[in-house]
Structures are given as C-alpha cells and as structure tokens.
T-cell receptor
Framework: KQEVTQIPAALSVPEGENLVLNCSFT??????LQWFRQDPGKGLTSLLL?????REQTSGRLNASLDKSSGRSTLYIAASQPGDSATYLC???????????FGGGTRVLVKP | SAVISQKPSRDICQRGTSLTIQCQVD?????MFWYRQQPGQSLTLIAT?????????ESGFVIDKFPISRPNLTFSTLTVSNMSPEDSSIYLC???????????FGEGSRLTVL
C-alpha cells in the first residue's frame, strides 16, 4: 500500500526566504506526482505535475524535483511572499488501479 | 487547466437527512473522483465515478451511505445519506485530464451536520 509523507507538517518563514517542502513515498512505481496548494476551506489548486520519466518541473518561482528511486520529491518556492501562505499537498498517482494517494500536507506561513 | 464547478459550496444540515452535491466538469476530463477531507486531515478518496455504471468505492465507503451517479461524461453527483455529525467534512469533486493524468479539483462543498 502506497504511503505518502510530508515533512515538516508546518513551516513558518520570514518573507523573502526560500521554502523547501519535502514529500516521500514508499512505492516507487508511480505514474506521476502532483503538487497542490490549498487555502483554508477551499479546494485544491494544481501547482506542478511531474511525470514519472521527468526529474523536475518549473513554473515561475516554483520548482519541483522527483527522485523515483529514492521515493522523494521536493518543492522549492523561491523568494517567498505572504501570499504563499497555504497548505501544500503532494500526491502520487499509480497507474494500476488509478489511485491517487495524498500526503498529510505542509502548512506554510510566510510572515511579512 | 480543466474547469470543475461544484455546488453547494457549503451547507448546514440536520442529523438524519441527506444532501446531494453536484459536480460539473469540462470536456477535457476523462475520469471523475470524489474525495472527503475531514477537519484538519488530508484527502481520502471515496470513490471513482463511472459513467453509466456503479461507482467504484474505496475501502470503508459504501454505496448505501454515499450513492454516486455519473449519467454522462461531464456531470456527477454525490449524496451523503442519513447524515451524522461525523460526516461534517469538505467533499471535493475532482477530474483527471486524459493524457497527462493531471488532477483538478472543484472548490469543495463544506458540510456541517448538527
């Protein structure tokens, strides 16, 4: 059974610092990995999708890496802003059975 | 990105009643899923909504409690039946875009059961 873990569970940084969010998964046979952002009481917004054959994806200030063999992904957010405050979730999609497994999320607070 | 709209966005219900949540997706979506997010928790998959046939439920979720319909490719409903306070959660509809497999979510339906 796939298990996805996100560390740390919560993170507080001053504005301008770079954010590093970690995601680990136990079964390396994944189809893709996706990072989401969730604001309180809201749905999820897709940030980055990394296919299993890719090593990283970039979008603006966001960069996500994937190391399948070690079961890890890292989301980097450069020059953080107060508007980046949210919960960040990673999820892995296993082609067989079409199951998406979520991590517990990292709650980020960027202080002005 | 795919467009997914969900309603109601929130509701307060009495114990023992049922509530139906509707989800409309655009034509890019191939698969549809329903998730539950209990307070302070991550997301748990309830079921995969199959067009024109019974949904595929995950362990711990049953059709009698969470009947799901998907009469066509772009519309699905989830009913939370005979509600109790333990059903208070955010229920999220999602769609998987064919090809990349990228998953998109609606805004969620926040349900409070008194």
């Amino acid at each position: 059974k796939q298990e996805v873990t996100q560390i740390p569970a919560a993170l507080s940084v001053p504005e301008g610092e770079n954010l590093v969010l970690n995601c680990s998964f136990t079964d390396s046979a994944i189809y893709n990995l996706q990072w989401f952002r969730q604001d309180p009481g809201k749905g999820l917004t897709s940030l980055l999708l990394i296919q299993s054959s890719q090593r990283e994806q970039t979008s603006g200030r966001l960069n996500a890496s994937l190391d399948k063999s070690s079961g890890r992904s890292t989301l980097y957010i450069a020059a953080s802003q107060p508007g980046d405050s949210a919960t960040y979730l990673c999820a892995v999609f296993k082609a067989a059975g079409n199951k998406l497994t979520f991590g517990g999320g990292t709650r980020v607070l960027v202080k002005p | 990105s795919a467009v997914i709209s969900q309603k109601p966005s929130r509701d307060i219900c009495q114990r023992g009643t049922s509530l139906t949540i509707q989800c409309q997706v655009d034509s890019q979506v191939t698969m549809m899923f329903w998730y539950r997010q209990q307070p302070g928790q991550s997301l748990t998959l309830i079921a995969t909504a199959n067009q024109g046939s019974e949904a595929t439920y995950e362990s711990g979720f049953v059709i009698d409690k969470f009947p799901i319909s998907r009469p066509n490719l772009t519309f699905s409903t989830l009913t939370v039946s005979n509600m109790s306070p333990e059903d208070s959660s955010i229920y999220l509809c999602s769609g998987n875009r064919g090809g990349t497999g990228e998953l998109f979510f609606g805004e969620g339906s926040r349900l409070t059961v008194l």
